[in-house]
């Protein structure tokens, strides 16, 4: 089948992460023909930068406005457009499916959510004035979902014998032996400052490994440099490929992650994690990142639901890093739990079973 997949970022690695990923999982594993319209191909070619050429030509990576100049006679007319995050589709475009001879499924790719609510809702349709199939599809953790876009699974990384990608390989080089390593991917607005100044005062030396444009954000926020203690040294990396973060978030021993492709990658590597998640005005985030825990914590003893819930809400490492080492071998229970929920293929395999 045929696959248009339209992305509007609003979040720019994170709904472009979603999108491409979506597009690879539906390409390589599953024989399909996918094309994507994002309305800021540059972001969404550095996340396709670093993969096998072979991956990546399998993918067709079109501008936004390339959906307005199609041909009404539609010669490529698709079998499925995704409105991934509800965004709308070009009026021009949307005319051509309506004129086509033969009407695809239109399908409104929501954000993932563990909210229970959910399940009532994922699969309904969504009827629409032009007479072209709609559909909601939610990704989640629950069974009677859409699932979870995890492809490709990273092995279960060890910090000693891995081959260390090339484009992180300047970052390692700056590492310190027998130090703990956290990488740092969040948005403005975290108490980085503080926080550090905290994790410095814990006793431990920390790497701390900051993603492709997050020192010049903590330079924003941090009035003196001097004040991060000696224990603590940052290290930033460049912009990587999504497979090589992948690798880093295994050789790390904590990470702090944002957004949704971040946060599920987090899970699969099977570390303790912050999930710095998208703000929103009307606090909606807060109930679903607690929507998230309920979930994630339900099999956990009372001392590790304490320190997770205070580390989820930006509370100082020194109140919950006792905690860790509970925490790490429920990470690795947790991500074993995912893969099973999940064997069906996830998200890609159950949006090809929808359309079929």
């Not at 965004?87 to 695809?104: F, M, N, Q, V, W």
Request: aromatic content about 10%.
């Amino acid at each position: 089948m045929r696959w248009d997949i339209f992305c509007h970022i609003v979040d720019n690695y994170g709904d472009a992460g979603i999108c491409w990923r979506l597009a690879r999982s539906l390409t390589s594993l599953h024989q399909q023909e996918v094309r994507i319209f994002c309305d800021d191909l540059p972001t969404l070619n550095l996340l396709a930068s670093g993969v096998d050429q072979s991956i990546r030509d399998k993918i067709d990576l079109q501008p936004w406005e390339a959906s307005e100049h199609i041909p009404r006679d539609f010669p490529q007319a698709p079998d499925v457009v995704i409105e991934a995050f509800g965004c709308t589709l070009p009026e021009r475009y949307l005319t051509s499916l309506i004129i086509a001879p033969k009407k695809p499924l239109i399908i409104n790719l929501e954000y993932l959510s563990a909210e229970p609510w959910v399940v009532d809702f994922h699969g309904k349709a969504s009827p629409q004035a032009h007479g072209i199939p709609k559909y909601f599809f939610f990704p989640g953790f629950q069974e009677n979902t859409g699932g979870l876009l995890l492809d490709p699974v990273p092995a279960v990384s060890t910090q000693t014998g891995e081959l260390i990608p090339q484009s992180v390989q300047s970052t390692w080089q700056q590492l310190r032996p027998n130090t703990k390593r956290i990488s740092l991917f969040c948005y403005p607005g975290a108490p980085l400052a503080k926080w550090l100044q905290d994790l410095g005062g814990t006793g431990q030396n920390v790497d701390v490994i900051l993603t492709y444009g997050l020192r010049e954000q903590l330079n924003l926020t941090l009035r003196d440099p001097a004040l991060i203690p000696p224990q603590i040294q940052l290290v930033s990396m460049p912009f990587v490929s999504q497979d090589d973060y992948d690798w880093v978030l295994g050789q790390c021993d904590f990470n702090i992650v944002r957004g949704e492709d971040s946060f599920l990658r987090a899970q699969l590597a099977g570390k303790p994690f912050i999930w710095h998640i998208y703000p929103q005005a009307d606090q909606a985030h807060e109930v679903k990142l607690q929507a998230f825990l309920d979930l994630y914590l339900a099999l956990a003893d009372d001392n590790l639901q304490t320190s997770c819930n205070q580390a989820m809400s930006w509370a100082m490492p020194s109140e919950w890093i006792g905690g860790l080492d509970s925490w790490t071998e429920h990470a690795k229970t947790w991500r074993t739990q995912l893969l099973g929920s999940q064997a069906d293929g996830g998200l890609a395999a159950r949006l090809m079973a929808f359309v079929a």
